[in-house]
Protein backbone atom coordinates (compact mmCIF):
# COMPACT_ATOMS: atom_id res chain seq x y z
CA UNK A 1 0.00 0.00 0.00
CA UNK A 2 1.38 3.12 -0.77
CA UNK A 3 2.26 5.34 2.60
CA UNK A 4 1.61 9.10 3.27
CA UNK A 5 1.50 10.79 6.42
CA UNK A 6 -1.57 10.07 8.69
CA UNK A 7 -3.50 12.04 11.13
CA UNK A 8 -5.80 10.04 13.44
CA UNK A 9 -7.84 13.11 14.00
CA UNK A 10 -6.88 12.99 17.90
CA UNK A 11 -7.45 17.00 17.57
CA UNK A 12 -10.08 18.98 15.01
CA UNK A 13 -8.28 21.80 13.32
CA UNK A 14 -9.55 25.19 13.02
CA UNK A 15 -10.69 27.15 9.59
CA UNK A 16 -7.39 27.79 8.67
CA UNK A 17 -5.59 24.33 9.76
CA UNK A 18 -8.38 23.16 7.28
CA UNK A 19 -7.57 25.68 4.35
CA UNK A 20 -3.94 24.78 5.16
CA UNK A 21 -4.56 20.91 4.95
CA UNK A 22 -6.35 21.72 1.26
CA UNK A 23 -4.01 23.44 0.07
CA UNK A 24 -1.08 20.95 0.88
CA UNK A 25 -3.45 18.37 -1.00
CA UNK A 26 -3.68 20.93 -4.15
CA UNK A 27 0.14 20.56 -4.01
CA UNK A 28 0.60 16.53 -4.41
CA UNK A 29 -3.40 15.57 -5.35
CA UNK A 30 -1.90 13.72 -8.28
CA UNK A 31 0.47 11.71 -6.22
CA UNK A 32 -1.98 11.17 -3.56
CA UNK A 33 -4.86 10.33 -5.88
CA UNK A 34 -2.40 7.51 -7.03
CA UNK A 35 -2.12 6.17 -3.37
CA UNK A 36 -5.30 6.23 -2.54
CA UNK A 37 -6.17 4.11 -6.35
CA UNK A 38 -3.50 1.70 -5.15
CA UNK A 39 -5.13 1.26 -1.78
CA UNK A 40 -8.13 0.77 -3.39
CA UNK A 41 -6.61 -2.46 -5.45
CA UNK A 42 -4.90 -3.88 -2.06
CA UNK A 43 -8.15 -3.59 -0.44
CA UNK A 44 -10.35 -4.66 -3.25
CA UNK A 45 -13.45 -7.01 -2.16
CA UNK A 46 -13.80 -9.79 -2.89
CA UNK A 47 -10.16 -10.26 -3.80
CA UNK A 48 -9.25 -9.01 -0.41
CA UNK A 49 -7.88 -11.71 1.50
CA UNK A 50 -10.85 -13.41 4.46
CA UNK A 51 -13.93 -15.20 3.82
CA UNK A 52 -16.95 -12.90 3.01
CA UNK A 53 -19.94 -12.40 5.54
CA UNK A 54 -22.27 -12.11 3.57
CA UNK A 55 -24.73 -14.97 3.47
CA UNK A 56 -25.64 -16.72 0.36
CA UNK A 57 -27.88 -14.97 -2.14
CA UNK A 58 -27.45 -11.14 -0.11
CA UNK A 59 -25.88 -9.20 -3.27
CA UNK A 60 -24.24 -5.92 -2.09
CA UNK A 61 -23.38 -2.98 -4.22
CA UNK A 62 -21.70 0.33 -4.41
CA UNK A 63 -23.28 3.17 -6.65
CA UNK A 64 -20.82 5.61 -5.58
CA UNK A 65 -21.17 8.59 -2.94
CA UNK A 66 -22.84 6.81 0.00
CA UNK A 67 -25.42 4.98 -1.99
CA UNK A 68 -25.78 1.28 -2.01
CA UNK A 69 -28.25 -1.87 -3.12
CA UNK A 70 -29.03 -4.56 -1.40
CA UNK A 71 -30.82 -7.35 -2.72
CA UNK A 72 -32.32 -10.93 -1.35
CA UNK A 73 -34.46 -13.37 -1.81
CA UNK A 74 -36.26 -11.42 -4.72
CA UNK A 75 -36.36 -8.15 -2.83
CA UNK A 76 -33.94 -4.97 -3.21
CA UNK A 77 -33.69 -2.13 -1.02
CA UNK A 78 -31.69 1.35 -1.73
CA UNK A 79 -29.52 3.33 0.74
CA UNK A 80 -29.45 6.78 -0.61
CA UNK A 81 -29.09 6.26 -4.02
CA UNK A 82 -27.74 9.45 -6.41
CA UNK A 83 -27.30 8.28 -9.94
CA UNK A 84 -28.06 11.82 -11.32
CA UNK A 85 -24.68 13.44 -10.91
CA UNK A 86 -25.19 16.98 -11.49
CA UNK A 87 -22.54 18.99 -12.49
CA UNK A 88 -19.83 21.11 -10.46
CA UNK A 89 -20.67 23.63 -12.28
CA UNK A 90 -24.23 23.62 -11.69
CA UNK A 91 -23.74 23.59 -7.93
CA UNK A 92 -21.98 26.96 -8.72
CA UNK A 93 -24.53 28.47 -10.94
CA UNK A 94 -27.57 27.43 -8.39
CA UNK A 95 -29.01 25.89 -11.55
CA UNK A 96 -32.10 23.12 -10.65
CA UNK A 97 -30.88 20.14 -12.13
CA UNK A 98 -33.94 17.57 -12.36
CA UNK A 99 -33.24 13.45 -11.73
CA UNK A 100 -31.99 11.95 -14.79
CA UNK A 101 -34.23 9.56 -16.28
CA UNK A 102 -32.16 8.04 -18.49
CA UNK A 103 -29.19 7.67 -15.20
CA UNK A 104 -32.16 6.59 -13.16
CA UNK A 105 -32.98 3.54 -15.98
CA UNK A 106 -29.65 2.63 -16.64
CA UNK A 107 -28.57 2.23 -12.74
CA UNK A 108 -32.22 1.39 -10.95
CA UNK A 109 -33.15 -1.89 -11.87
CA UNK A 110 -36.20 -2.02 -9.74
CA UNK A 111 -36.76 -1.22 -5.81
CA UNK A 112 -38.89 -2.56 -3.20
CA UNK A 113 -37.91 0.37 -0.60
CA UNK A 114 -35.58 3.94 -0.39
CA UNK A 115 -33.99 4.51 2.72
CA UNK A 116 -32.68 8.03 3.04
CA UNK A 117 -29.74 9.12 5.51
CA UNK A 118 -30.85 12.81 5.13
CA UNK A 119 -31.73 15.52 2.03
CA UNK A 120 -28.59 16.79 0.70
CA UNK A 121 -28.88 16.79 -3.45
CA UNK A 122 -26.34 13.54 -3.28
CA UNK A 123 -28.47 11.38 -1.12
CA UNK A 124 -31.88 12.10 -2.04
CA UNK A 125 -31.97 14.02 -5.47
CA UNK A 126 -33.11 11.02 -7.26
CA UNK A 127 -35.19 9.07 -4.83
CA UNK A 128 -38.87 10.73 -5.84
CA UNK A 129 -37.91 9.58 -9.35
CA UNK A 130 -36.85 6.12 -8.08
CA UNK A 131 -39.86 6.14 -6.23
CA UNK A 132 -42.72 7.34 -9.38
CA UNK A 133 -40.67 4.50 -11.11
CA UNK A 134 -41.35 1.22 -9.04
CA UNK A 135 -44.05 2.57 -6.88
CA UNK A 136 -41.97 1.65 -3.78
CA UNK A 137 -42.38 3.45 -0.17
CA UNK A 138 -39.49 5.94 0.88
CA UNK A 139 -38.13 6.18 4.57
CA UNK A 140 -36.63 9.09 6.34
CA UNK A 141 -37.00 12.40 7.65
CA UNK A 142 -39.72 15.15 7.48
CA UNK A 143 -37.55 16.67 4.87
CA UNK A 144 -37.81 13.66 2.99
CA UNK A 145 -41.82 13.76 2.86
CA UNK A 146 -41.29 17.74 2.03
CA UNK A 147 -39.59 16.65 -1.03
CA UNK A 148 -42.04 13.52 -2.07
CA UNK A 149 -44.86 16.27 -1.15
CA UNK A 150 -43.14 18.35 -3.47
CA UNK A 151 -43.53 15.93 -6.42
CA UNK A 152 -46.43 14.73 -5.60
CA UNK A 153 -45.85 11.55 -4.05
CA UNK A 154 -46.63 12.00 -0.35
CA UNK A 155 -48.07 9.04 0.65
CA UNK A 156 -44.75 6.95 -0.78
CA UNK A 157 -43.18 8.67 2.35
CA UNK A 158 -43.02 7.03 5.72
CA UNK A 159 -41.34 9.62 8.36
CA UNK A 160 -39.38 7.54 10.34
CA UNK A 161 -39.63 7.14 14.19
CA UNK A 162 -35.66 6.80 16.19
CA UNK A 163 -35.23 3.17 16.14
CA UNK A 164 -38.86 1.77 15.57
CA UNK A 165 -38.39 -1.86 13.07
CA UNK A 166 -39.48 -1.62 9.95
CA UNK A 167 -39.76 -4.42 7.45
CA UNK A 168 -39.67 -4.86 3.98
CA UNK A 169 -39.80 -8.71 2.78
CA UNK A 170 -36.71 -9.85 4.41
CA UNK A 171 -35.13 -6.80 5.67
CA UNK A 172 -35.44 -5.49 9.24
CA UNK A 173 -34.50 -1.51 9.53
CA UNK A 174 -34.82 1.21 11.71
CA UNK A 175 -33.11 4.74 11.71
CA UNK A 176 -30.59 5.99 14.46
CA UNK A 177 -30.37 9.91 15.36
CA UNK A 178 -27.16 11.27 14.24
CA UNK A 179 -25.40 14.13 12.71
CA UNK A 180 -23.44 15.41 9.73
CA UNK A 181 -19.95 16.38 9.76
CA UNK A 182 -19.27 20.19 9.48
CA UNK A 183 -18.34 20.30 5.87
CA UNK A 184 -17.73 24.29 5.90
CA UNK A 185 -14.24 24.21 7.56
CA UNK A 186 -15.26 22.93 10.49
CA UNK A 187 -17.71 25.79 11.33
CA UNK A 188 -20.79 24.29 10.24
CA UNK A 189 -22.78 22.12 7.78
CA UNK A 190 -23.40 22.69 4.66
CA UNK A 191 -27.09 23.41 3.66
CA UNK A 192 -28.16 22.84 7.40
CA UNK A 193 -31.82 22.89 8.60
CA UNK A 194 -34.91 21.40 6.70
CA UNK A 195 -36.14 21.31 3.39
CA UNK A 196 -38.38 23.95 3.07
CA UNK A 197 -38.68 25.11 -0.81
CA UNK A 198 -42.08 25.37 -2.06
CA UNK A 199 -42.10 24.02 -5.49
CA UNK A 200 -39.54 21.69 -7.81
CA UNK A 201 -38.93 24.68 -10.07
CA UNK A 202 -36.87 26.23 -7.17
CA UNK A 203 -34.94 23.02 -5.88
CA UNK A 204 -31.28 24.25 -6.73
CA UNK A 205 -28.92 22.09 -4.95
CA UNK A 206 -28.57 24.33 -2.25
CA UNK A 207 -32.27 23.98 -1.68
CA UNK A 208 -31.69 20.56 -0.70
CA UNK A 209 -30.85 20.92 3.08
CA UNK A 210 -29.81 18.59 5.04
CA UNK A 211 -32.57 17.53 7.05
CA UNK A 212 -32.94 14.90 10.56
CA UNK A 213 -29.70 13.07 9.91
CA UNK A 214 -29.95 9.22 10.24
CA UNK A 215 -27.71 6.34 10.55
CA UNK A 216 -29.29 3.16 9.52
CA UNK A 217 -29.43 -0.34 10.77
CA UNK A 218 -30.42 -3.54 8.40
CA UNK A 219 -30.67 -6.70 9.53
CA UNK A 220 -31.04 -9.37 6.53
CA UNK A 221 -30.44 -13.19 6.19
CA UNK A 222 -29.22 -13.40 9.78
CA UNK A 223 -26.43 -10.40 9.80
CA UNK A 224 -26.09 -6.60 10.42
CA UNK A 225 -25.38 -3.94 8.37
CA UNK A 226 -24.86 -0.24 9.41
CA UNK A 227 -25.27 2.61 7.25
CA UNK A 228 -23.66 6.18 7.92
CA UNK A 229 -23.74 8.42 5.28
CA UNK A 230 -22.13 11.49 7.02
CA UNK A 231 -18.98 11.23 8.92
CA UNK A 232 -19.97 12.01 12.68
CA UNK A 233 -22.17 10.12 15.18
CA UNK A 234 -24.41 10.28 18.34
CA UNK A 235 -22.64 7.66 20.71
CA UNK A 236 -25.35 7.88 22.97
CA UNK A 237 -27.95 7.01 20.45
CA UNK A 238 -25.87 3.91 19.07
CA UNK A 239 -27.79 0.50 20.69
CA UNK A 240 -27.00 -1.88 17.80
CA UNK A 241 -23.55 -3.48 18.56
CA UNK A 242 -21.36 -6.12 17.11
CA UNK A 243 -22.26 -5.23 13.12
CA UNK A 244 -21.38 -7.59 10.72
CA UNK A 245 -21.20 -4.89 8.01
CA UNK A 246 -20.13 -1.31 8.51
CA UNK A 247 -20.98 1.08 5.53
CA UNK A 248 -18.69 4.08 6.85
CA UNK A 249 -18.87 7.32 4.99
CA UNK A 250 -15.34 8.92 5.11
CA UNK A 251 -15.42 12.67 3.48
CA UNK A 252 -15.74 15.33 5.91
CA UNK A 253 -13.95 13.17 8.54
CA UNK A 254 -11.53 15.35 9.12
CA UNK A 255 -13.81 17.69 10.80
CA UNK A 256 -15.12 15.32 13.44
CA UNK A 257 -12.78 14.84 16.85
CA UNK A 258 -11.91 11.47 16.84
CA UNK A 259 -14.29 10.16 14.18
CA UNK A 260 -13.09 6.57 13.66
CA UNK A 261 -11.95 5.73 16.97
CA UNK A 262 -16.18 7.16 18.22
CA UNK A 263 -17.19 4.83 15.59
CA UNK A 264 -15.81 1.97 16.07
CA UNK A 265 -15.82 1.88 19.81
CA UNK A 266 -19.81 2.31 19.22
CA UNK A 267 -20.70 0.01 16.48
CA UNK A 268 -17.98 -2.79 17.04
CA UNK A 269 -17.95 -3.90 13.40
CA UNK A 270 -16.56 -7.13 12.24
CA UNK A 271 -16.01 -5.35 8.47
CA UNK A 272 -15.67 -1.61 7.55
CA UNK A 273 -16.45 -0.82 3.85
CA UNK A 274 -15.44 3.30 3.35
CA UNK A 275 -18.18 4.88 1.35
CA UNK A 276 -18.56 8.53 -0.05
CA UNK A 277 -15.33 8.72 -0.86
CA UNK A 278 -15.63 9.44 -4.59
CA UNK A 279 -16.15 12.45 -7.17
CA UNK A 280 -19.50 13.10 -7.07
CA UNK A 281 -19.65 15.29 -9.89
CA UNK A 282 -18.34 12.99 -11.98
CA UNK A 283 -21.02 10.58 -14.23
CA UNK A 284 -21.74 7.05 -13.26
CA UNK A 285 -19.58 5.41 -15.63
CA UNK A 286 -16.95 7.70 -16.37
CA UNK A 287 -13.88 7.08 -15.03
CA UNK A 288 -13.62 7.10 -10.81
CA UNK A 289 -11.99 9.98 -9.30
CA UNK A 290 -11.67 10.83 -5.02
CA UNK A 291 -12.75 13.28 -3.95
CA UNK A 292 -11.02 16.63 -2.64
CA UNK A 293 -8.56 15.26 -0.13
CA UNK A 294 -10.44 12.18 0.93
CA UNK A 295 -7.44 10.24 2.02
CA UNK A 296 -8.41 6.54 1.56
CA UNK A 297 -5.05 5.55 2.47
CA UNK A 298 -5.12 7.52 5.58
CA UNK A 299 -8.26 6.36 6.20
CA UNK A 300 -7.45 2.54 6.21
CA UNK A 301 -4.55 3.52 8.61
CA UNK A 302 -6.71 5.34 11.08
CA UNK A 303 -9.23 1.68 11.14
CA UNK A 304 -5.95 -0.33 12.00
CA UNK A 305 -5.12 2.54 14.67
CA UNK A 306 -8.91 2.50 16.25
CA UNK A 307 -8.73 -1.31 15.50
CA UNK A 308 -5.70 -3.36 14.72
CA UNK A 309 -7.87 -6.39 13.47
CA UNK A 310 -10.59 -4.81 11.80
CA UNK A 311 -10.57 -5.50 7.94
CA UNK A 312 -11.57 -2.69 5.28
CA UNK A 313 -12.75 -3.81 2.11
CA UNK A 314 -12.98 -1.44 -0.68
CA UNK A 315 -15.93 -1.63 -3.53
CA UNK A 316 -15.84 -0.80 -7.07
CA UNK A 317 -18.52 1.02 -8.55
CA UNK A 318 -21.74 -1.25 -9.43
CA UNK A 319 -19.80 -4.13 -9.34
CA UNK A 320 -21.80 -6.36 -6.77
CA UNK A 321 -21.03 -8.82 -3.91
Request: net charge positive.
Amino acid sequence: MCRRRTVHNRAVLGPLGHLGSGLAYLATACRMQASDRATARQLAWPEARGPSPLPAGLELTWIGTAGFRLAYQGVVVWIDPYVTRLPLGDLARRRVVPSSAQAVARWIDRADAVLVGHTHFDHALDVPAISRRSGCRVYGSASLGHLMGLHGLAERAVTVEPRRDYWIGPFRFHFVPSVHSKLSLGLGVPYAGELTCEHVDALTPQAYRCGQVWGIFIEVGGITLYHQGSADLLEDEIVDRGIDVFLCGIAGRRFTRRYLERVVRALEPRLVVPTHYDDFFQPLGAPSRFAFNVNLTGFADEVRAASRDLPVRVLEVGAPV
